[in-house]
Every structure is written in C-alpha cells, then in structure tokens.
T-cell receptor, first 117, second 113 residues
Framework: GAVVSQHPSRVICKSGTSVKIECRSLDFQATTMFWYRQFPKQSLMLMATSNEGSKATYEQGVEKDKFLINHASLTLSTLTVTSAHPEDSSFYIC?????????????FGQGTRLTVV | AQSVTQPDIHITVSEGASLELRCNYSYGATPYLFWYVQSPGQGLQLLLKYFSGDTLVQGIKGFEAEFKRSQSSFNLRKPSVHWSDAAEYFCAVQRGSQGNLIFGKGTKLSVKP
C-alpha cells in the first residue's frame, strides 16, 4: 500500500507554546488529508478534512483557530496546535487519499503523541 | 446518523483459540467497511476492507470478516490466535465519498498463553 509519513512521532511541549505536526504522502499525491485525534483508551475522532489548495473543513466542536491545518501541496499537510494546553495532550493521526472516488482508500500515518506539560 | 458499535471493550482468548470481534454499523446506503489494528502507541494498520462483491473478505495475518447486510454487521474472525495478535482492533465505516472514517470505540484483545 501507499506510505504516509507523520512527523514527529512524539513531542513534549510547554503549555502556551505551539507545535507543528507534518503529514506527508511519500509515493502518491494526496488530494485529501484527514486529521484525527485519539484520547487515551478512546476511539479516533475526525478533527478536520483538508483538500489541497483550499481551506480545511473542521468538525463541529473543533476550534479552527487552535488547530491550524495547512495543505499547501499534494504531498504535505500540517497541523499546528497553537497555544497548547495540557488538555490538548493526545494522539494525533493523519490519513491521506489520492482521489475522491468512493473506493479510494485512505492511508494512515504512524501518529504523533503530543504531551503538553 | 452514521455510527459503528463494537460491543466488546475487552476480550481475552487463549493462544490457539478462535476469535470473533463484533462490529455493527448504522449507515443509510451501502457501507464501505474496514477493520484496523493498532498496537500500543502506534498508528493504524489495515487488516481488511469491504467495498462490494463477496461478503466474506480475506485480510492480512489470517483474518477474515463477513459482511451481513441483514444484521448490519461486519464481524472479524481468526481461526487461531497468536500472542502477537494482542492489540486494539477498530471497525470503521467510510462516510460517503468524502472518504473519512467513522470508528467504533475499539476492542482490546488480550491473548493468554
């Protein structure tokens, strides 16, 4: 299958600082990327959907000014957690798909464990 | 509303025993269904998927799943579990053509020697 690389895999930051997470599709062009969040012992919840070259669509309850998503190229999307607080500590996972047809599979990155202290 | 239910939070089976993880979905149209496995602190690995056709789907690592429309189910099975299968398993349904997935809460599988 296609490869999606997410970086960093782990990050610890101080409360009030910002953290950027990168999601790259290594061997295909990702027209759509998704960002999910997973709290401990919980399921994955979609945060936002981003299409290359356009603004991200955020799910209800997700603060777009806090979780900045940029999808400037067909192989890279970034999630920036601004002014992070301990409650933002979570596991963030991206996924990417190359087309928009319903049978186009999305591939997942390895995830980023964010700890805000 | 679209949803996925995994009734079992935690299952323990003996190594070599058979396994069935349950998954029920709620979706208005023909569902696209997935099973993923997640080891602690890791991302998701796709085990298998159902889009159409044969309702019995074969996946990696000896797993299979059967789509039963009448029961709105997509249960995951494995005839003989290995200790390395211990992990968290997630069932998911794709949300239309947008492509994002709606996940169940997951089932943690423990394997005892």
């Amino acid at each position: 299958g296609a490869v999606v690389s997410q970086h960093p895999s782990r990050v610890i930051c101080k409360s009030g600082t910002s953290v950027k997470i990168e999601c790259r599709s290594l061997d295909f062009q990702a027209t759509t990327m998704f960002w999910y969040r997973q709290f401990p012992k919980q399921s994955l919840m979609l945060m936002a959907t981003s299409n290359e070259g356009s603004k991200a669509t955020y799910e209800q309850g997700v603060e777009k000014d806090k979780f900045l998503i940029n999808h400037a190229s067909l192989t890279l999307s970034t999630l920036t957690v601004t002014s992070a607080h301990p409650e933002d500590s979570s596991f963030y996972i991206c996924s990417a798909r190359s087309g928009r047809g319903r049978e186009t599979e999305a591939f997942f990155g390895q995830g980023t464990r964010l700890t805000v202290v | 509303a679209q949803s996925v239910t995994q009734p079992d939070i935690h299952i323990t089976v003996s190594e070599g025993a058979s396994l069935e993880l349950r998954c029920n979905y709620s979706y208005g149209a023909t569902p696209y269904l997935f099973w993923y496995v997640q080891s602690p602190g890791q991302g998701l690995q796709l085990l298998l998927k159902y889009f159409s056709g044969d309702t019995l789907v074969q996946g990696i690592k000896g797993f299979e799943a059967e789509f039963k429309r009448s029961q709105s189910s997509f249960n995951l099975r494995k005839p003989s579990v290995h200790w390395s299968d211990a992990a968290e398993y997630f069932c998911a349904v794709q949300r239309g053509s947008q492509g994002n997935l709606i996940f169940g809460k997951g089932t943690k599988l423990s394997v005892k020697p």
